[in-house]
């Protein structure tokens, strides 16, 4: 796992909330300094957030997690680890190794993807009223990448950045919801504690990811492209996924007119 499950949800949380709430406020300081979160009561980690007990367990809860023990023992075990693309010792050695991994990630999943598969889910986004773009973090970014995309073609798509309200949505869906998940790494579901949402069973799901195999028994259609998995690797392969959709979808557009 290229990124650990807390700072993953901790960050969508951020990404999604003003500054002053108390969502923001107990990511952030979980964030700030989670060798020292860890070791926090219940108690202490309110005062450190100016919030009530009662809002850490909603906290908590709207993270998909039982409680404030199973949210400590995620901080104990969270992996906050970055990896460089390069460690050349000048900085214009490093740009070149960097943009080199960059650019042979491209070609990796360019050669990889199979465009037959895209063009079946360009006509099923333009035949599904109701398409939700789902993602997180850098996985996010691309799916509202294509939702810009395709709202200039006149396509509107729901795209959620909490996820919990990813999981809300996918709890309500049915059998006419269409659901694209990106998930650079495949471990999408593993955000999801082990439940998964009711919805996910009558709705169509795709899963864009850079693995080989569907990591769950609800997807009905994989994308997948080969890839490294490297940190480095990951917005640009999701992005550049998320722009052939959105080339092909313009294309059969015009087709169709």
Known sequence: MIYGKLPIVLLSVMASQEDGTKEYA??????????????????????????????????????????????RELIGQADWHFAPASRAPSAEERKSDAIRLMHGSIDRAALSVDMRQISLLCRKI????????????????????????????????ICKTPLAQQIEYMERADERDLILIFSY??????????????????????????VKDAPSPCIDQLISFDSDLTQASHPVQMQMIAALIAQEYAWQRDARA
């Open 185 to 210: 790494s495949g471990i999408y579901f593993d955000y999801l504690n082990q439940h998964m949402p009711a919805g996910l069973r009558k709705a169509h799901v795709v899963f864009i990811a850079g």
């Open 126 to 157: 333009a035949a599904n009223e109701r398409v939700a773009l789902f993602g997180l973090l850098k996985a996010g970014t691309a799916a509202q990448c294509l939702q810009a995309d395709l709202l200039l073609q006149g396509k509107m798509t």
């Open 26 to 71: 107990i990511a952030h300081t979980i964030l700030s300094n989670p060798h020292q979160a860890a070791g926090l009561s219940i108690v202490e980690l309110a005062e450190r957030c100016h919030v009530s007990v009662s809002s850490i367990s909603r906290f908590c809860r709207a993270l998909g997690l039982s409680d404030f023990a199973e949210l």
